[in-house]
C-alpha cells in the first residue's frame, strides 16, 4: 500500500518508487532489505534482456523469481493448468525474434478480439488516451496537488506546471460532446481527512462551455461510502461542447495556457517543524531534493519523503 501511494504521489512507476523507498527509513529494515534485493535481481534481468533470445530470457526470468516452482508445489486443482499456460507461453514466444515484437502482437491480438461497437467503459491514463477520441470522458482528481501534481508546483517551476497544463488540455480535447471533471471537497490521506482545493486548471476554462454542478457536505458526521449519502460527495464541473465550440476553446488556447507565477521550489527547509503520522513530531535538519533528513522527537533521525511529511 505504502508503494503504490508513493509512486501516485510522486506520478512515477512502482520500481521508481520502490528505489526511493529503499533510500528512506519509511520501511521495516527486514523489508527494505528484501524490496532492495528484488530490484537488483530486477536490474539483472535487466542487463540480461539484450543479451539473451526471448525464451531463454523468459526462462530465466520464471526460474529466478520462483514462479514456476510456485505453481509446482501448489496443490491446488489451478496449478496444473497454470503450469500448462507457462509452456504454451515459452512456445509462443519462440516464434519472435525479440520480447517487444512479441507483447506488440499480444497487444493486436487483445485488440482485435474486442467487440468495438460494445459498449463498455475504458480505463486510461493522460498519456494513453493522446491520439483517441470519445463521446463522454470523464476527468477524476482535478484537485490541486494532485493534478496539477505537488512535485510541479514545488519542484518543477514553470516548465513542469506548462507540461501538466498541456497534459490537461489533451485530456479535455479527448471528447467529442461531453466532458465530465470532477473534484473532491474532502480526500482521505493516511487515515486522515484533509480539504482539497480545484485545479487552477478548472478555473482557466472558458466560462462560456461550462456547467458547474455543486455538492455540498452534509451536517451528518457519519461517513457513508456512496457518493450520493457521502458527507464529502464529490463536486463536479461540467463541460459541455460541440466541435464548433471545441474551436473556440482551442482558439483561446492561449489565454487556457496562460503560465502562473512559479511556486517555491521546496516545500521545506532546514530547521522546519514537521509532523510524520507514523514517527510523530520532529525537525528538518536535511534537505535532498525530495528527501528530508528529519530528527523526530522520539524516533531519532530518520529520512522521509517529504509529500508524507506536513508543517507542524
Same mark, same amino acid.
Given at each position: 500500500?505504502?508503494?503504490?501511494?508513493?509512486?501516485?504521489?510522486?506520478?512515477?512507476?512502482?520500481?521508481?518508487? %520502490?528505489?526511493?523507498?529503499? #533510500?528512506?527509513?519509511?520501511?521495516?529494515?527486514?523489508?527494505?532489505?528484501?524490496?532492495?534485493?528484488?530490484?537488483?535481481?530486477?536490474?539483472?534481468?535487466?542487463?540480461?534482456?539484450?543479451?539473451?533470445?526471448?525464451?531463454?530470457?523468459?526462462?530465466?526470468?520464471?526460474?529466478?523469481?520462483?514462479?514456476?516452482?510456485?505453481? #509446482?508445489?501448489?496443490? /491446488?486443482?489451478?496449478?496444473?493448468?497454470?503450469?500448462?499456460?507457462?509452456?504454451?507461453?515459452? #512456445?509462443?514466444?519462440?516464434?519472435?525474434?525479440?520480447? !517487444?515484437?512479441?507483447?506488440?502482437?499480444?497487444?493486436?491480438?487483445?485488440?482485435?478480439?474486442?467487440?468495438?461497437?460494445?459498449?463498455?467503459?475504458?480505463?486510461?491514463?493522460?498519456?494513453?488516451?493522446?491520439?483517441?477520441?470519445?463521446?463522454?470522458?470523464?476527468?477524476?482528481?482535478?484537485?490541486?496537488?494532485? $493534478?496539477?501534481? #505537488?512535485?510541479?508546483?514545488?519542484?518543477?517551476?514553470?516548465?513542469?506546471?506548462?507540461?501538466?497544463?498541456?497534459?490537461?488540455?489533451?485530456?479535455?480535447?479527448?471528447?467529442?460532446?461531453?466532458?465530465?471533471?470532477?473534484?473532491?471537497?474532502?480526500?482521505?490521506?493516511?487515515?486522515?481527512?484533509?480539504?482539497?482545493? !480545484?485545479?487552477?486548471?478548472?478555473?482557466?476554462?472558458?466560462? %462560456?462551455?461550462?456547467?458547474?454542478?455543486?455538492?455540498?457536505?452534509?451536517?451528518?458526521?457519519?461517513?457513508? !461510502?456512496? $457518493?450520493?449519502?457521502?458527507?464529502?460527495?464529490?463536486?463536479?464541473?461540467?463541460?459541455? /461542447?460541440?466541435?464548433?465550440?471545441?474551436? *473556440?476553446?482551442?482558439?483561446?488556447?492561449?489565454?487556457?495556457?496562460?503560465?502562473?507565477?512559479?511556486?517555491?521550489?521546496?516545500?521545506? *527547509?532546514?530547521?522546519?517543524?514537521? $509532523?510524520?503520522?507514523?514517527?510523530?513530531?520532529?525537525?528538518?535538519?536535511?534537505?535532498?531534493?525530495?528527501?528530508?533528513?528529519?530528527?523526530?522527537?522520539?524516533?531519532?533521525?530518520?529520512?522521509?519523503?517529504? /509529500?508524507?511529511?506536513? !508543517?507542524?
Amino acid at each position: 500500500r505504502l508503494l503504490r501511494t508513493t509512486a501516485r504521489t510522486a506520478r512515477t512507476s512502482m520500481v521508481e518508487a %520502490a528505489r526511493s523507498l529503499c #533510500q528512506t527509513d519509511e520501511l521495516a529494515t527486514r523489508t527494505r532489505n528484501a524490496l532492495s534485493a528484488f530490484l537488483t535481481t530486477l536490474d539483472r534481468w535487466r542487463g540480461r534482456f539484450g543479451e539473451l533470445e526471448p525464451r531463454p530470457f523468459l526462462e530465466l526470468v520464471l526460474d529466478e523469481s520462483g514462479y514456476t516452482e510456485m505453481w #509446482q508445489n501448489d496443490r /491446488s486443482a489451478e496449478a496444473p493448468g497454470r503450469l500448462e499456460n507457462l509452456k504454451e507461453l515459452a #512456445q509462443a514466444i519462440e516464434e519472435f525474434d525479440t520480447v !517487444p515484437a512479441f507483447l506488440e502482437h499480444v497487444a493486436l491480438v487483445m485488440e482485435n478480439s474486442s467487440d468495438p461497437g460494445a459498449d463498455m467503459v475504458n480505463v486510461m491514463t493522460l498519456h494513453g488516451a493522446k491520439g483517441l477520441e470519445f463521446d463522454c470522458v470523464f476527468l477524476a482528481g482535478w484537485e490541486e496537488g494532485l $493534478f496539477p501534481h #505537488q512535485r510541479a508546483l514545488d519542484e518543477g517551476g514553470t516548465n513542469a506546471l506548462e507540461e501538466e497544463r498541456r497534459l490537461a488540455y489533451v485530456g479535455m480535447t479527448r471528447a467529442r460532446r461531453r466532458l465530465t471533471i470532477t473534484f473532491a471537497a474532502n480526500r482521505r490521506i493516511y487515515n486522515q481527512w484533509s480539504s482539497s482545493v !480545484p485545479s487552477r486548471f478548472i478555473e482557466e476554462l472558458p466560462a %462560456a462551455h461550462i456547467e458547474h454542478l455543486h455538492r455540498h457536505p452534509t451536517a451528518r458526521p457519519d461517513y457513508e !461510502p456512496d $457518493f450520493d449519502g457521502a458527507p464529502f460527495a464529490p463536486r463536479v464541473a461540467r463541460y459541455r /461542447s460541440r466541435r464548433a465550440e471545441l474551436g *473556440k476553446v482551442i482558439e483561446g488556447r492561449a489565454e487556457l495556457l496562460a503560465t502562473r507565477p512559479p511556486v517555491a521550489p521546496g516545500r521545506f *527547509k532546514i530547521g522546519d517543524r514537521i $509532523f510524520h503520522d507514523k514517527f510523530g513530531y520532529g525537525r528538518v535538519e536535511t534537505v535532498e531534493g525530495n528527501k528530508l533528513g528529519i530528527a523526530f522527537e522520539k524516533a531519532g533521525h530518520k529520512k522521509v519523503i517529504d /509529500s508524507f511529511v506536513e !508543517p507542524a
